[in-house]
């Protein structure tokens, strides 16, 4: 028996050590990843209910190494948001974004771009002042950028994103709420924030599939009918998901059923497709 308890010890001990070695090396490549050009930007279409058109892009980050190849974000993005590694490389998005999708405005497509902020991010001292500079450098109008925020990143220091929201807005810059329903924001904060946009969180709208009821849902749109807010439908996978959203006047959706997330080549095919329409 005590020799059992050895090995499990020895075991435990290496399994820490692997661990510990393999956040070690994620990090170490991290840190050269942005001057090698290793982050590419992915972007998913909006989709306008009423008119089945494309009225906007998420843009969302992955990582390709030689070794880890093409990497999503959930492993990666919150170890640069804890080693802070996040406000360069969300500049990075930003200002690489902003410069693509305004080529496609100069070439007359109107369309707005998202772009998810992370906490560290959003809390930085000169956050407002680095997206004004941005905005300023590629000449992206304001008005077609919208910011998507969670609600616990909103409600950690509610004071200081009252502020931070209220000077965006004063750029003329758009606010989203990410992931909505699945957060703890009390409903007078909301009221308080300058928001522009709720997304319904993909749980609910997958909830729909598995013959679920969509309370939520209609709640969540009743609420942005409410405070006058535009609501996207997030994950919509299944026309049936598509019906029982327009059937209630969700203005606007985004999900496999639509598009994946591509890269920027089939993005401008996908635009010029949907233009000729
Ligand atoms: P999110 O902002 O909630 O983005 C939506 C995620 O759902 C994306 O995953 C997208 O690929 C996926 N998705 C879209 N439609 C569907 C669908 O119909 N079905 C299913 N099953 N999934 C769908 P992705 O790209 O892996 O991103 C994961 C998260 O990583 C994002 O969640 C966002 O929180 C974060 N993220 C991505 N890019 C950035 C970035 O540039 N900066 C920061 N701070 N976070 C980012
Ligand atoms: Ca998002
Ligand atoms: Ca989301
Ligand atoms: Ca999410």
Same mark, same amino acid.
Do not use: M, N, Q, W
């Given at each position: 028996a005590s020799e059992l308890r050895t090995n499990s010890y020895c075991f435990y001990n290496e399994e820490m050590n692997s661990k510990a070695y393999e956040r070690i090396s994620l990090e170490n490549a991290l840190r050269t990843a942005l001057t090698k050009g290793e982050f590419v930007l992915f972007y998913q279409p909006k989709i306008l209910? @009423? +008119?089945? +058109? %494309?009225s906007g892009v998420e843009v969302l980050i992955r990582w390709r190494n030689? @070794?880890? $190849? !093409?990497?999503?974000? *959930?492993e990666f993005i919150p170890v640069v948001e804890e080693n802070g590694m996040i406000i360069e490389i969300g500049e990075w998005v930003l200002r690489t974004a902003c410069k693509q999708v305004k080529t496609w405005l100069d070439q007359g497509f109107e369309i707005s771009l998202s772009v998810n902020v992370s906490s560290r991010q959003f809390y930085e001292n000169c956050f407002v002042s680095r997206i004004e500079g941005i905005l300023l450098e590629t000449q #992206?109008?304001?008005? !077609?950028l919208t910011i998507e925020i969670t609600e616990s990143i909103a409600m950690k220091d509610i004071n200081h994103a009252i502020s931070c929201l209220e000077q965006l807005k004063g750029l003329n810059v758009q606010i989203s709420i990410d992931d #909505? $329903? +699945? *957060?703890?924001?009390?409903l007078s904060y909301l009221n308080q924030l300058p928001l522009s946009e709720l997304k319904i969180d993909r749980s609910f709208i997958e909830n729909l599939a598995n013959n679920g009821n969509g309370a939520i849902i209609d709640m969540i749109l009743a609420l942005g009918r409410t405070l006058n807010l535009n609501v996207v439908a997030e994950g919509v996978e299944t026309i049936e998901q598509k019906l029982y959203l327009k059937e209630r006047n969700c203005r606007e959706m985004q999900g496999f059923l639509f598009?994946?997330? %591509?890269?920027i080549n089939e993005l401008e095919i996908l635009l010029k497709s949907f233009d000729r329409k």
């Open positions: 209910s @009423e +008119t089945d +058109t %494309i030689e @070794e880890r $190849g !093409l990497v999503p974000p *959930g #992206f109008p304001a008005s !077609l #909505f $329903g +699945t *957060g703890y924001s009390s598009s994946k997330p %591509i890269p």
